[in-house]
């Protein structure tokens, strides 16, 4: 199976009721890779994932699968495999003929329909449901269904919506793992629509961050945890969010409006210091504790913190070690490290 | 580039070949005749006198029918059934949905039983009651010939015939009420009267606007059951306007006449639908929670 | 308390439904001439006016003509409305509101208007007295009913499952085929069911269009039993229990989906 390039040109959509889902993006999907689109409810990732699938048609731009120009073909056409959240399978035929139908579409002789089915089925512990309806299987053997379906095809790429959503919280870990799975072993192009970050960290080689319709961020996970683009990046991925003060608070010399962010887990307490914080409620989660507290400063902004240990005083004082801090500027984009350095906390 | 039109052109295609059929037929065999009434309400043309022609006369069919005291008693007739009839079809229809609603065994059974009345042809509908209401004459009283106790036995096989039909409307309007509403009323202490008039109907009311503007458009079309029941008789003392047309049509064969009259029939339903829809239709899309 | 008051309640307006039909079919079987005097619980039984209406009446002739009106409508407006309420629910079209009001305003419009004119047209098309000449009419009055249920089955279908379909490399049509309709079966089975219905019980048109005892339908048949001064009501009972042992039949099997069609026309509109 060749896996194939995905390029977006300038592609936006805009409703005829005057929405506008997305707006003029540019992305790439490199061969082979497994590209994932996160962001809030509304953000445009599910239509973006649409428009890739030909179940929509831009408003402008260009769609170029494996050096293709699609953008005017229609799905039919553009032999991808896509997974719905809901995963969509016929429900009046067995999970053979769900199989087999991508390919029976398209005219493949029977016996390298039953050979391929066969062999999906394997792979994906499904063998023995063959000849059972979707009506009769489980959430999480449907979904292997849903998986099988697109296999069969060897499209030139997978595209995914949002098909752990449904799991139960049990089974989505386990899944997340197959699919990581199935990337590796299928070394196909993989384009998947999420609302988790947490999956989003999990499963790609890179994340596209979305809001409103545009791209804030594309990178590899552990670059957009460390190096956020701005603030809204900064706290969609990681959770609990990224804390975001007041720069001026914590006495650097940036201009007003101007936000320093710290993960929770980046924020140390100590017995002395220089900033003062009153602990409001500590939350075990078993493996370390949410710590929420009030700075003791103007306004007494709000912060949470990660901690090995519950505190055992009421008042606690706050470190921020420098390189952990990322400054924002008031219109929230990142402003460069060098910055930092200049204006040194004590 | 845009290209949005152009894939779409196949589907344009597509959804025009596939209503070309019922459209044309709807054209040809629904819309050609509808004109060809107008046109002949506004002609004069009776086939007893063919040596008059087929002359242009405007309005003049109309001006005789305002003038006729048979279209006069005929209109009034046929407002006064809807008036009557169709209150007491959605009162026993939203019984008879509440009904099938809660039955907790035999629901096939009572579904049957609901059903067949509606299901049953209107001429059966009409001869059944008919027999019925005959077999209660006696020497002195005979239903049929007294003219306002003649639109008894009418409007019962109406109600008779058609509340089924309301009540099954009012059931997918019942079956789309949460539950958990309901069940919110009894904690807060409301009784079942209560509940019903102030949790139960007030949801049910897009539904009873539906079944009601239905009910309603066939009361003003009422034809078949009075032309079997009685004939539009004693005399015409029970004759709506549909059948009045009907008569002028195709007994006396004044067709420019008849299609007139026709045309009202038309107009009152049209009227009727239009304040409807003004006044509750308007109210439905603001209110509904 | 109020449970019962209402299963009580609910107990006679269903007795109430089922009497007349109960008195139809015990009186049918009335030895005349004691066919309004039958009592509540008749002890004797006859079907001298069923063999009356077979022998002396040919009933047969009438119940065959409405068969195949019936059918015949049935089987043409269903793939016509099909048709339509699947591009109508489905594809991008101009003029969706358009098509939809015609479809409505044909619905409402009085038929007793259209006679006349349908008369001289099918006159012309030398149509009267033959079973073209009312499958015509019924097919152009019972497609909007049709259309109508069908949109609204169509609309509640996900539309997941055909863009599935499509992305799996089916074309609409084919993914209509294959996915929609065994999908929507049951909502076409309702459309046929209350076309049939509509069919065998239609009687103006059958009235006007019809000219002689070969082609009259059953309500038409019964409705000319009556002579200038008495109905002979023992004939026209039977007449009409036959009439409507196929809509018992039909009600009987298909209450489900009778009712889920009606709830469609009704939650649609």
């Excluded at chain 1, 990224?242 to 993960?263: C, F, K, Q, T, Y």
């Amino acid at each position: 199976m060749q896996s194939v390039g995905i390029q977006l040109e300038g592609v936006s959509k805009t409703y005829p009721n005057g929405h506008v889902a997305v707006r003029p993006i540019d992305l790439t999907a490199a061969p082979g890779e497994f590209l994932v689109l996160v962001g809030p409810s509304g953000c445009g990732k599910s239509t973006l994932l649409r428009l890739i699938a030909g179940l929509e048609t831009p408003s402008s731009g260009r769609i170029v699968i494996g050096g293709v120009d699609v953008t005017t073909a229609p799905a039919q056409e553009r032999d991808l495999a896509m997974v719905f959240q809901s995963y969509a399978l016929y429900p009046h035929m067995t999970v053979r003929d769900n199989l087999a139908y991508g390919l029976k579409v398209r005219g493949v002789s029977h016996s390298v329909t039953r050979e391929r089915v066969a062999r999906v089925a394997d792979a994906l512990r499904i063998t023995t449901m063959l000849d059972r309806r979707p009506a009769q299987l489980s959430g999480g053997e449907r979904q292997r269904v849903a998986l099988g379906r697109a296999m069969v095809r060897e499209p030139k790429a997978f595209l995914f919506d949002e098909p752990l959503s449904n799991l139960d919280p049990s089974l989505r870990a386990h899944a997340r793992a197959e699919l990581r799975h199935l990337h590796q072993r299928l070394g196909a192009t993989m384009i998947h629509v999420t609302h988790d970050q947490e999956e989003a960290m999990t499963l790609s080689g890179r994340i596209a961050v979305m809001r409103e319709g545009r791209v804030e961020q594309v990178a590899a996970p552990l670059e957009i945890y460390n190096t956020p683009v701005n603030t809204f990046v900064a706290q969609f991925i990681g959770a609990p969010s990224m804390n975001l003060l007041p720069a001026r608070l914590l006495g650097l010399n940036a201009p007003e409006g101007s936000l320093v962010g710290i993960r929770p887990h980046d924020v140390l307490l100590e017995s002395s210091g220089a900033i003062e914080a009153a602990v409001e409620m500590v939350e075990p989660r078993g493996h370390d504790y949410l710590v929420h507290l009030r700075l003791v400063a103007p306004n007494a902004p709000s912060l949470v913190a990660s901690a090995p240990a519950a505190p055992i005083e009421r008042r606690v004082f706050l470190q921020f070690p420098r390189e952990r801090l990322h400054l924002f500027a008031p219109d929230g984009r990142r402003v460069i490290e060098d910055h930092l350095r200049r204006n040194a906390l004590q | 580039m845009n290209n949005a039109i152009d894939p779409h052109r196949e589907e344009r295609r597509l959804a025009a070949l596939l209503i070309a059929p019922a459209a044309g037929l709807i054209v040809v065999m629904a819309l050609f005749p509808i004109a060809a009434t107008v046109s002949e309400a506004l002609h004069g043309h009776d086939l007893r006198l063919p040596w008059l022609g087929r002359p242009f006369v405007g309005l003049a069919n109309f001006v005789e029918a305002a003038g006729d005291p048979r279209f006069l008693s005929a209109v009034g007739h046929t407002v006064l059934f809807a008036l009557v009839s169709v209150p007491i079809e959605i009162a026993l229809g939203v019984a008879l949905a509440l009904v099938m609603h809660r039955a907790l065994r035999g629901r096939a059974a009572i579904r049957v039983v609901a059903l067949l009345p509606w299901t049953v042809p209107t001429i059966v509908a009409a001869l059944i009651w008919r027999f019925m209401f005959e077999s209660y004459s006696t020497a002195s009283f005979d239903w049929f010939v007294h003219p306002r106790a003649a639109w008894v036995p009418i409007v019962a096989a109406d109600v008779w015939k058609t509340t089924p039909f309301v009540a099954i409307l009012l059931l997918a309007g019942l079956q789309t009420i949460d539950p958990a509403i309901d069940e919110a009323a009894r904690i807060d202490g409301a009784g079942p009267l209560r509940r019903f008039f102030t949790v139960t109907l007030p949801l049910l009311g897009p539904a009873l606007v539906v079944a009601t503007a239905f009910r309603a458009l066939d009361a003003l079309r009422l034809f078949d059951l009075v032309y079997v029941m009685t004939g539009g008789g004693p005399g015409t003392a029970t004759e709506p306007l549909s059948l009045y047309a009907f008569v002028a049509l195709m007994q006396r064969l004044r067709f420019g006449y008849g299609a007139a009259l026709s045309m009202t029939v038309f107009l009152l339903t049209f009227a009727f639908a239009l304040i409807w829809i003004r006044t509750v239709g308007h109210s439905l899309t603001d209110d509904h929670v | 308390m109020t449970r019962t008051a209402g299963v009580i309640a609910g107990g006679l307006l269903l007795a109430a439904l089922l009497y007349p039909i109960y008195r139809m079919i015990a009186a049918s079987m009335a030895p005349d001439p004691s066919v309004f005097a039958v009592p509540l619980l008749p002890t004797a039984f006859s079907f001298e006016h069923y063999r009356a209406l077979f022998d002396e009446r040919d009933f047969l002739v009438p119940i065959r003509n409405s068969l195949i009106v019936a059918a015949a409508t049935t089987a043409l407006a269903i793939p016509v409305a099909g048709a339509c309420a699947y591009a109508l629910a489905r594809l991008r079209m101009r003029g969706r509101g358009l098509i939809l009001s015609m479809i409505l305003a044909v619905s409402m419009f009085p038929q007793i208007s259209i006679v006349g004119p349908l008369y001289l047209l099918l006159r012309e098309l030398h149509l009267l007295n033959t079973y073209p000449g009312l499958v015509l009419p019924y097919l152009t009055f019972s497609t909007p009913l049709a259309v109508w249920l069908l949109t609204a089955f169509f609309r509640q279908l996900p539309r997941d499952l055909e863009e599935a379909a499509m992305i799996d490399g089916a074309s609409r049509l084919r993914a209509a085929w294959d996915v929609v309709l065994p999908l929507a079966a049951p909502g076409i089975a309702s459309a046929a069911i209350l076309t049939f219905l509509y069919c065998w019980n239609e009687f103006l048109f059958a009235l006007s269009f019809t000219l002689g005892p070969e082609r009259y339908t059953v309500p038409v048949s019964i409705m000319l039993f009556r002579s200038r001064y008495q109905i002979p009501w023992g004939e026209v009972l039977a007449a009409t229990v036959v009439a409507s042992i196929p809509v018992v039949i039909l009600v009987l099997t298909c209450q489900r989906r009778i009712v889920a069609g009606l709830s469609a026309g009704a939650s649609k509109g």
